[in-house]
Nanobody, 124 residues
Framework: QAQLVESGGRWVPAGGSLRLSCAASSVTFNDYRMGWFRQAPGKEREFVAAISRSGDSTDYADSVKGRFTISRDKAKNTVYLQMSSLKREDTAVYYC?????????????????WGQGTLVTVSS
C-alpha cells in the first residue's frame, strides 16, 4: 500500500509562513482528490483543506480560509499546503491523504494508510 510522506514542518513564529509537502512514490496523486488534515495534542484529527484531481476546485476549513492555500504539482506528484499568518492554534501534526468528494472532510474515510505527518509548532 501507499506510504505517504509529509515534510516541511518546523517551529515558526506567530504571523509567519510555511509550506508543507506531501509525496508518495507508490501512488500517483493525480488520480485522487487530496486532502490535508491536522491533529493537535489531545485533539481529534481534523480536516484542513482539499484539492480536486485537476486542481480546479479547493475546499478549506473555516479556521484556515484566507490563510492557507492547497496546491498540487502533477510533474512532481506532490501536494502542497502553503500556510501564512500562522496562529498558535495552528500548532499540530499535519497529514495528507487521498479522499473522496463526498467524505473529504472526514479523516476516518481517508483512502490510504496515514503517514507519520509533519509537526508544525507556532509560538510567540
Amino acid at each position: 500500500q501507499a506510504q505517504l510522506v509529509e515534510s516541511g514542518g518546523r517551529w515558526v513564529p506567530a504571523g509567519g509562513s510555511l509550506r508543507l509537502s506531501c509525496a508518495a512514490s507508490s501512488v500517483t496523486f493525480n488520480d485522487y482528490r487530496m486532502g490535508w488534515f491536522r491533529q493537535a495534542p489531545g485533539k481529534e484529527r481534523e480536516f484542513v483543506a482539499a484539492i480536486s484531481r485537476s486542481g480546479d476546485s479547493t475546499d478549506y476549513a473555516d479556521s484556515v480560509k484566507g490563510r492557507f492555500t492547497i496546491s498540487r504539482d502533477k510533474a512532481k506528484n506532490t501536494v502542497y499546503l502553503q500556510m501564512s499568518s500562522l496562529k498558535r492554534e495552528d500548532t499540530a501534526v499535519y497529514y495528507c491523504n487521498a479522499v473522496r468528494l463526498a467524505t473529504m472532510r472526514d479523516p476516518y474515510n481517508a483512502l490510504h494508510k496515514w503517514g507519520q505527518g509533519t509537526l508544525v509548532t507556532v509560538s510567540s
